[in-house]
């Protein structure tokens, strides 16, 4: 493995192990447990930010790939209740790698790539959204499909201002899956 691995893998362990406190990570504890010169952060990323936006980006890819895997689980479930449960689980996802998530997301706003994780997020849940409304030409899915993406993530970002606003507490699992489901209906027009 070569030493720019080592110090993605190093820090993404640490990211881990520090449940997405990023304040706690710092260049030298990488180093030490990548086992590599602290010089060579500079040379391959530049900064630590750098560094831990592109982790975070990897653990995210592998949420988003996790959620192909979801088939099996939901099998049986109707196109809706799948897109309900894949919903409810990215936003579980997002509440409990709190970090994580904000640093995804604001990384996407700020320097959007045609592959970035918000994009991937859209393909993941694109089939699922045909599924809930074959009816829908494709630029109508991709446009509602992105809508439902851009919601959850500005209920995610600005959840303390819903709470203070609305009254729903999105830190609250049954609160956050009865605002999904709503979200669905109003944006699936079912």
Not at 2 to 28: C, F, H, P, Y
Not at 39 to 56: A, M, P, S
Request: net charge negative; with cysteine; glycine share 4%.
């Amino acid at each position: 493995m070569d030493s720019k691995e080592m110090i993605m893998g190093a820090a993404i362990d640490l990211i881990n192990e520090k449940g997405g406190q990023m304040d706690g990570i710092t260049v030298r504890e990488i180093c030490k447990k990548a086992n590599v010169g602290l010089g060579l952060v500079n040379y391959h990323f530049g900064n630590k930010d750098n560094l831990i936006e592109l982790c975070v980006e990897r653990i995210v890819n592998r949420i988003v790939d996790e959620f192909s895997s979801l088939r099996e689980k939901t099998e049986k479930l109707t196109a809706f209740d799948k897109l309900e449960y894949l919903g409810n689980m990215t936003f579980t996802f997002l509440f409990e790698h709190y970090a994580v998530a904000k640093i995804s997301m604001l990384s996407d706003m700020r320097m959007p790539k045609e592959d970035d994780n918000t994009h991937r997020t859209c393909l993941a849940y694109l089939p699922l959204m045909s599924a809930c409304r074959p009816d829908w030409d494709r630029e109508t899915l991709e446009r509602k499909t992105f809508c439902l993406i851009a919601v959850m993530q500005q209920s995610f970002l600005r959840h303390e201002v819903i709470r203070k606003l609305y009254g729903i507490d999105l830190t609250v699992q049954k609160e956050r899956e009865a605002f999904h489901s709503k979200i669905l209906h109003d944006i699936l027009e079912v």
